[in-house]
């Protein structure tokens, strides 16, 4: 019999799989993933290559081929993955956990069936809270009938599971006032692999040579420019710190607001704006150490919803964070507590202006940051501490058979 069962659309972005799954399976544990066919972004070494172990077992469901670019083909490979995900798990072979991941929204009710047609316990992994985040994306109606459904349904899936992790203690207190039983809320941050993202001095990194930023401060956003993320204001900074030669704003990544920096770039001509595509994983350790300071955002009304994982590669990389974003958020309130950046208020750029200023006037200031930072994932949020709190959670459910 299978451990545990593993469920996502498509392979995380987060380190889970490539991570998790190798150390159950040194630990004795089996586990066997189920994922699409269609990958959510291309470049990456195949999930195969990862999970090369005899304890653990790849199950790609046939929803196409290639990677997916649009909203079409979004929804057509998520509705295959359900139908083949609740029709494998349901007569394929017996786990004794299975473990949901958020995608697709709401699967986690499958965990009810299964539990009830073929005696096996399940879990959830909550990365981004459904339907909550698209109400706050403006796909759904706060008070409409489909959002009001949608909500309970989530929430009885999540009160029935024997386990929920959330990734951050917004989304904890967000869960427990929904009446989620707080013996059952598992708290474990993402984190980053130690192997693929350390500190490169500016000295020895080469995209800092090539990208023309040896003698540069760079503000670096680095992950996907979606929806939730707050640019107004950084981009307003942009343009106001024009004057001074050696600061730049450097993106790297992609998303449905990347055209925005786009269209602030060149409606002003600043040539202090730089933006490049995501970097391959071998390239991730320079990538991330290219800034001298982290700049990483959150909407309002996010809060508690998701947890920004890009604040986890600043920590890798021992860089200091320029966080703006509500102060309840699980990000923010790691920085105001470990003193490893500045949290900015939203709809203020002219605190955020300042704050720049004040890094760029006192180079010490960030880099001093950026060694608590370094200091702090070591001690407190890197790989080896989530991987041991995920081991503790599957061992509980070992020992209650």
């Known amino acids: 019999m299978i451990a545990v069962r593993f469920f996502n659309t498509y392979e995380p972005v987060s380190p889970f799989y490539r991570d998790l ?71 394929g072979p017996r786990v004794r956990l299975n473990f949901f991941l958020t995608q697709p929204p709401l699967f986690a009710l499958w965990g009810v069936v299964l539990r009830r047609l073929r ?51 917004c989304m904890r207190d967000h869960l427990e006032r929904d009446g989620i039983p707080a013996d059952r809320l598992h708290l474990v941050p993402n984190w980053i692999n130690e192997n693929e993202v350390f500190p490169v001095p500016h000295a020895h990194n080469r995209l800092r040579r090539d990208w023309g930023l040896a003698d540069k401060f760079v503000i670096l956003y680095s992950g996907n420019l979606g929806i939730s993320h707050v640019l107004d204001d950084i981009l307003e900074a942009a343009r106001r710190l024009r004057a001074l030669p050696d600061l730049v704003f450097l993106f790297i990544g992609d998303g449905s607001r990347r055209r925005e920096v786009v269209e602030w770039q060149q409606r002003y001509a600043l040539e202090n704006i730089r933006l490049m595509p995501f970097q391959p994983p071998e390239r991730l350790a320079e990538s991330l150490s290219l800034g001298d300071l982290h ?23 021992g860089r200091a964070i320029l966080y703006q974003g ?74 209650k058979e």
Request: charged fraction near 20%; proline fraction near 5%.
């Open 21 to 91: 799954l190798p150390f159950l399976a040194e630990q004795g544990m089996t586990a066997e993933v189920v994922v699409s066919s269609r990958e959510y972004r291309g470049g990456r070494q195949p999930l195969e290559d990862s999970l090369r172990h005899p304890g653990l077992r790849l199950r790609r469901l046939p929803t196409g081929r290639g990677v997916v670019r649009t909203g079409p083909q979004k929804l057509w490979a998520m509705a295959g993955y359900l139908f083949g995900a609740a029709a494998y798990s349901l007569f």
């Open 119 to 169: 005696g096996q316990r399940y879990c959830c992994l909550v990365m981004d809270l459904y339907p909550d985040v698209a109400v706050r994306d403006g796909l759904l109606s706060a008070d409409g009938w489909l959002t009001r459904a949608l909500t309970r349904l989530s929430r009885f899936a999540l009160r029935r599971a024997d386990a929920v992790v959330v990734i951050g203690r």
């Open 295 to 317: 700049f990483i955002s959150l909407r309002a009304g996010f809060a508690g919803l998701v947890v920004p994982s890009k604040a986890y590669g600043a920590l890798g990389a």
């Open 326 to 399: 509500e102060p309840s958020g699980e990000i923010a309130r790691m920085v105001a507590e470990e003193q490893i950046g500045t949290v900015i208020p939203l709809g203020d750029p002219d605190a955020l202006t300042a704050a720049i200023r004040r890094y760029h006037a006192d180079r010490t200031l960030a880099v001093a940051q950026g060694q608590r930072s370094l200091a702090l994932n070591r001690e407190k949020y890197g790989r080896d501490h989530a991987l041991s709190r995920y081991l503790a959670l599957f061992q509980t459910f070992a020992d």
